[in-house]
Each structure stands twice: as structure tokens, then as C-alpha cells.
């Protein structure tokens, strides 16, 4: 799950409209299956405490759906992958699931930022976004 830090030390995220309402409807939806619930909150808390622009104000440089993302955790190497929803996930691919603690605290950064995260191993993680492609239209 993540460990959100003191509310100050959250980074400033930005999520375009329609995103905004499929992610919550996808968290909701997910917590009220049982399925992925930690991370289903913690992607409503995100929602809730983005900045929501229209879409077509939504910079480029701000990590959406289907973006091309490289980012690092902890100062390692370099892991690339494109956030996607849960069905089109595949970790061979780099397809990183939007209900995973790494696509739940990619969402809505921009290079530069960094977000907390506790992986699997119960140790809180700082994912930090080094560069971003936006999806191509239409996908």
C-alpha cells in the first residue's frame, strides 16, 4: 500500500476530467469486488486530492493512462513502463496496472516528483518520476 506522508509533503498532481471519473468508478468499483482494496483507496485519496483540469489542459509532461513513464525507486536503476488498467496489466510488457502501489502513485505526477510508497516487503519506497511520454491519440 502507500504511505502518504503529512499532507504537506504530498506533490501537487493533476488529473484531466474523463480520467478522473473512470479511476474513481474503477477504485469504487474494485473496493466494493474485495479486489486490490488498499490501493483502491489510496487511488480515491489520490483522485480526491487532485488538481481536475479538462483534458485538454492536462500537460503532456503529466502522467495519464496509457503514458510512457520512467521513473526510479530509491535511487536505482531505471524501470520504465506505461500505466494501464488492470485488464491490459502484463509486468513482461511493462504494463503496470493503475491498482498497483507503483501505477496508483505514478498517476498524475510529473518529472521531477517524487511519492511514497510501502512495497511488498512492508518498507516505505520513494518513487520518483524521471520522464514521461504522453499516450499516443486514441490509445
Do not use: C, W
Request: proline share 7%; aromatic share 2%; no cysteine.
Amino acid at each position: 500500500m502507500i504511505y502518504h506522508p503529512p499532507t504537506d509533503a504530498l506533490p501537487r498532481i493533476f488529473v484531466g476530467e474523463r480520467e478522473e471519473t473512470r479511476l474513481t468508478t474503477l477504485a469504487t468499483s474494485a473496493m466494493q469486488a474485495g479486489r486490490s482494496v488498499l490501493v483502491a483507496r489510496v487511488l480515491l485519496a489520490e483522485m480526491e486530492r487532485a488538481e481536475i483540469v479538462p483534458d485538454a489542459a492536462l500537460p503532456a509532461s503529466v502522467v495519464r493512462m496509457n503514458s510512457r513513464v520512467v521513473f526510479d525507486i530509491d535511487g536505482g536503476a531505471r524501470r520504465e513502463g506505461v500505466v494501464v488498467f488492470p485488464g491490459e496489466a502484463n509486468i513482461d510488457e511493462g504494463k503496470i496496472s493503475i491498482l498497483t502501489p507503483i501505477g496508483a502513485a505514478l498517476i498524475g505526477l510529473s518529472p521531477g516528483q517524487m511519492m511514497m510508497l510501502r512495497g511488498a516487503d512492508g518498507r516505505a519506497h520513494k518513487l520518483r518520476v524521471i520522464s514521461v511520454e504522453a499516450p499516443s491519440p486514441g490509445a
